[in-house]
């Protein structure tokens, strides 16, 4: 009886040392596909490493931006949601869920996402940008201008900043300061 254990108990760690060694050339196979820009390649060995393992935090970010990057933003959305129930800590996963519930026109879960990224990391420009797009969609355009100004001033440097404040200058009539920062943009972006 006790050799039946042993055995057993052998054979079921060889398993799953078998497995987490499938895992991981999966993993590498996707990884090289997508340095090969090669994403249909390196979603369907993302798949299978989430087949190996549904608990791969990692695997559901990395399919999730292959998604995006693949413009099926319902099935990103999927996969980063995915992510965040594993894993509540990263900043990245919110981030890029915000990002993509844009890109599905829900912009009050953007703005919900995005706020959490901040919450995260205070002085993330680009959240506070795309925060301010989600609210200039909503039409709260003085809210929307204070997440372009905070931006701009953690990131001076983005031509794309100074264009989306500028647009939304025009839409509370300020007109002469929009025209400075669609020149600053022009001037950025040579």
């Known amino acids: 009886m006790k ?33 090969k820009e090669n994403l249909k390649e390196a979603l369907e060995y993302f798949n299978r490493v989430i087949q190996l393992n549904p608990k791969d935090t990692a695997t559901y970010f990395d399919r999730g931006q292959i998604k995006f990057d693949l ?15 594993l894993d509540t800590t990263n900043v990245d996963h919110f981030f890029l869920r915000g990002l993509t519930h844009s890109k599905l026109k829900n912009y009050k879960d953007a703005i919900s996402d995005l706020d959490k990224t901040l919450k995260m990391e205070p002085g993330n420009p680009d959240a506070l940008f795309f925060r301010g797009i989600a609210k200039a969609e909503l039409k709260d355009f003085a809210n929307a201008l204070a997440d372009y100004n905070l931006a701009i001033q953690l990131k001076p440097y983005d031509g794309d900043y100074y ?28």
């Open 3 to 35: 050799r039946t254990c042993v055995l057993a108990i052998f054979f079921c760690m060889s398993l799953n040392t078998q497995a987490q060694t499938l895992e991981q050339e999966y993993k590498t196979c996707a990884i090289e596909y997508l340095h």
């Open 163 to 190: 264009l989306k404040r500028g647009e939304v200058k025009i839409k509370l009539n300020q007109k002469n300061s929009a025209q400075l920062d669609f020149e600053k943009c022009k001037e950025l972006n040579k």
């Open 71 to 85: 413009h099926d933003y319902i099935a990103a959305e999927k996969d980063f949601t995915k992510a965040i129930e």
